[in-house]
């Protein structure tokens, strides 16, 4: 058993020493698994100081995928969006991309699919329904070795929604609204 383990961690050791001789300028390391987390916020222009719209929502997005390049990796994105009439949970196909092969350098994100509503919070007379996402963003991303970088990006997301809850003067009518988002998304984040 001691023979294995030894053997184990020689194997193991041997493999990190191979892929740290291939990192390149900017210490990622070229076709390999890639993630983040980023969390913030989604802004509005609310000009019409609606009261059933938030100015701000808080934003969740993990991403996990393969870098091909350092300025492509493919991947998917699972989040979660705080919208006033909604819990939107967006499950998307992500694009990641490095600009530059340096410490600081600029990167783009695209993450489009669609949005579903199974952790929003309803009640049993209202009915919430998913739409479609698109979110593109760019940003700044600074390594700090080890193949981990901090991100700070600028996006802008659209997402639709339906909510559909009863009248309260006639229960066996319905309102139906059709939501479209549409936020200005700022971020800051972990990449590895």
Do not use: C
């Not at 698109?134 to 080890?146: E, H, I, K, Q, Y």
């Amino acid at each position: 058993m001691k023979k294995s383990l030894i053997a184990l961690f020689l194997l193991l050791w041997v493999f990190s020493r191979v892929q740290a001789q291939e990192k390149n300028a900017a210490g990622t390391f070229p076709g390999r698994y890639q993630g983040g987390i980023e969390v913030g916020y989604l802004y509005q222009d609310n000009k019409d100081n609606a009261p059933s719209t938030a100015d701000t929502s808080p934003t969740l997005t993990v991403f996990n995928g393969y870098r091909f390049h350092r300025l492509f990796s493919l991947g998917a994105t699972l989040g979660l969006d705080f919208y006033n009439q909604v819990l939107v949970t967006p499950i998307a196909l992500g694009l990641r991309g490095t600009l530059l092969n340096t410490r600081v350098s600029p990167f783009y994100s695209l993450d489009a699919g669609y949005g579903t509503t199974f952790l929003s919070d309803e009640s049993d007379q209202r009915e919430n329904k998913g739409g479609w996402m698109f979110n593109p963003a760019l940003g700044l991303r600074v390594a700090s070795g080890n193949n981990t970088a901090f991100a700070f990006s600028l996006g802008y997301k659209l997402q639709r929604a339906t909510t559909k809850e009863p009248l309260l003067w006639n229960r066996n009518s319905f309102i139906t609204e059709e939501h479209s988002f549409k936020r200005l998304s700022a971020r800051i984040g972990f990449m590895f």
